[in-house]
């Protein structure tokens, strides 16, 4: 049986011409000003990458990319992606560029392991951008900076939003909160890491929960993070470990915390051994991504993705990610919606 929610009382407040004239708005909105804010050029992203590069995204370590041989390359094997983490960063490697400048794409992924539900599809969507970085910036008050000006952006979007559709009422904060995974266990300990996300988003209504990948005090990450990009082992300025994190916000329609983006300070050799140890994967060092970067040939950055469908799905406040792309869903998932004012495109 397939996992929905279904809000009591649900309506779509747009009809479905509104919703995918929202959606285009939005898209065109946020991405110039998420550009202009954090000074990106848009690039192009490939939809696959061969297979022993290391350059796809693990995400937790266990999904399995969707893959096909290819015929004019003696049916090598090449891999949608999962996300860019690793590419963008080479990117900024081979196009020179400067710091504190960065580039952002249109990244499209295919996650067949995924568990569907009210957020998650088999199709992926999202903005993946990635900044280089001056050594001296390096740190979690930097960090803490970018977060802040990628929450202007998206603050902004919720206004203009609100203005061409008066019916969607804004519920972001003007700030976003920040804590670490390890203050989150310590102030509810006996709750499961998305009790914790669910409570501090209600509380704070937007915030960023920083240390994402390590382990904390009971032994247990708060949640999965492969070890080659994102640095969750490097102590910071707050006492803790980690250089990363995701954007959570309260989404008023589900009646649950709603990751929108994960992001971070990007591995450098140290943190990239470290990881690799602590995971028992050594054998990467011998993969072609983590060769450049133990070898010095690829910049220091800060980067993330911010999820696209997500993103209209709160805005036009939207109970199902199936209202805002189109993807396959369980038939019986689809009846469901169906029978409770849930189009799925």
Known sequence: MSKVYIPKGYQPILD?????????????????????????????????????????????????????????LNDQKAEVVHSLAKWKRMILADYSIEEGYGIYTDMNAIRSDEELDNIHSLYVDQWDWEMT?????????????????IYSAIKRTEYVVYERYPQLTPQLPDNIQFIHAEELLRKYPTLTPKEREDKIAKEYGAVFIMGIGGELSDGKPHDGRAPDYDDWSTPNTDGFNGLNGDIVVWNDTLGHSFEISSMGIRVDKEALLRQLKIRGQEEKKELYFHKRLIEGTLPLSIGGGIGQSRLCMFYLKKAHIGEIQ??????????????????LI
Request: charged share 25%; net charge positive; hydrophobic share 35%.
């Open 16 to 72: 479905l011409r509104q919703t995918e004239l929202g959606i285009q708005y939005i898209k065109d909105f946020f991405q110039q000003n998420l550009s202009a804010e954090l000074r990106l050029r848009r690039v192009t992203a490939p939809l696959f990458v061969l297979k022993g590069t290391g350059l796809n995204d693990d995400l937790n370590g266990v999904e399995r990319p969707v893959s096909f041989p290819i015929k004019d």
């Open 133 to 149: 970085l001056a050594k001296e910036n390096r740190n979690l008050d930097y960090l803490k900076q970018v977060v802040r000006r």
């Open 326 to 343: 189109a993807s396959i869903w369980p038939d019986d998932m689809r009846q469901t919606c169906a029978q409770n004012n849930i189009p």
